[in-house]
């Protein structure tokens, strides 16, 4: 059974930092490319950031470009997102996804079957 769990949401101040981390089980993690989506209250679920299978190429979305860092340690099964010089905007719930499926320069929530619960991220201005 898939199981992804994310962890690392909280409040932070306008301009702080915040690193979030998924990990992944019951799945041959080296296989799976990973990705990060958020969704605010009253908005649509907005893809963030994504990487591929070998963490050889990333994504990001330009709203978060420069500040937001996506990485993963396969040793761990775990995919982090580094938030720096978070903004108020930035407040949403974030969620954590996987699958096989990667495509270059954006990211589509329907190419994921496997998600977590999410973790909230409040940034305070």
């Known amino acids: 059974q898939v199981r992804v769990l994310e962890s690392g949401g909280g409040l932070a101040q306008a301009g702080g930092s915040l690193r979030l981390s998924c990990k992944a089980s019951?799945?041959?993690?080296?296989?799976?490319?990973m990705a990060w989506f958020r969704q605010a209250p009253g908005k649509e679920r907005e893809g963030v950031s994504s990487?591929?299978?070998?963490?050889?190429?990333?994504y990001t979305v330009d709203s978060v470009k420069g500040r937001f860092t996506i990485s993963r340690g396969d040793a761990k099964n775990t995919v982090y997102l580094q938030m720096n010089r978070l903004k108020p905007e930035d407040t949403a719930m974030y969620y954590c996804?996987?699958?096989?499926?990667?495509?270059?320069?954006?990211?589509?929530?329907?190419?994921?079957?496997?998600w977590g619960q999410g973790t909230q991220v409040t940034v305070s201005s």
């Open positions: 996804a996987a699958d096989r499926v990667y495509r270059y320069g954006r990211v589509e929530s329907t190419d994921f079957r496997y």
């Open positions: 019951g799945l041959s993690f080296e296989d799976y490319a």
């Open positions: 990487i591929d299978w070998r963490g050889e190429d990333t």
